[in-house]
């Protein structure tokens, strides 16, 4: 079995520039279609990102504008002050700042990005 996730966005064209330069993700792949056809492979973590325009004839919705979708995606950094202020840098928007959590131990943020995903970045010391 292999894991694959599928991400619905306004410009998947232009998603994949966003996402290297936010998340540092590697990007496999992008096609160059007419609207409504594009996808970009990147990966995360080792684990593949297909993201795919919005397609409504399909089904394909992305989140709506000034609301975010309702899946959030956890990533795993090595330095979430980095990480996060870069994000924020480059437009995404504090749904919660990072925060220490010695219990278990990790700190944690989440953030929503341009294209209204939730991401939650996760360090663990």
Same mark, same amino acid.
């Given at each position: 079995?292999?894991?694959?996730?599928?991400m &619905?966005?306004? +410009? =998947?064209?232009?998603? #994949?520039? +966003?996402? $290297?330069?936010? @998340?540092?993700?590697?990007? &496999?792949?992008?096609?160059d279609?007419? =609207?409504?056809?594009?996808?970009?492979?990147?990966?995360? !973590?080792?684990?593949?990102?297909? %993201? @795919?325009?919005?397609?409504?004839?399909f !089904?394909? /919705?992305?989140?709506?504008? !000034?609301?975010? #979708?309702? %899946? #959030?995606?956890?990533?795993?950094?090595?330095? /979430?002050?980095?990480?996060?202020?870069? =994000? *924020? $840098?480059? #437009?995404?928007?504090?749904?919660?700042? /990072?925060?220490?959590?010695?219990?278990?131990? =990790? $700190?944690?943020? *989440?953030?929503?990005? $341009?294209?209204?995903? &939730?991401? *939650? /970045?996760?360090?663990? +010391?």
């Amino acid at each position: 079995m292999r894991l694959e996730i599928n991400m &619905i966005v306004s +410009y =998947a064209k232009e998603a #994949g520039a +966003y996402y $290297k330069k936010v @998340l540092d993700a590697e990007i &496999i792949s992008q096609t160059d279609e007419d =609207a409504e056809m594009n996808e970009t492979m990147m990966k995360l !973590g080792g684990t593949e990102i297909r %993201v @795919l325009d919005e397609n409504k004839e399909f !089904g394909m /919705i992305a989140p709506a504008e !000034g609301e975010v #979708g309702s %899946v #959030g995606i956890n990533l795993f950094v090595d330095d /979430i002050d980095s990480f996060f202020n870069n =994000a *924020v $840098k480059e #437009g995404c928007k504090i749904i919660s700042p /990072i925060q220490d959590f010695p219990e278990i131990p =990790a $700190k944690n943020a *989440v953030f929503s990005d $341009k294209f209204n995903h &939730i991401w *939650v /970045i996760n360090q663990k +010391y």
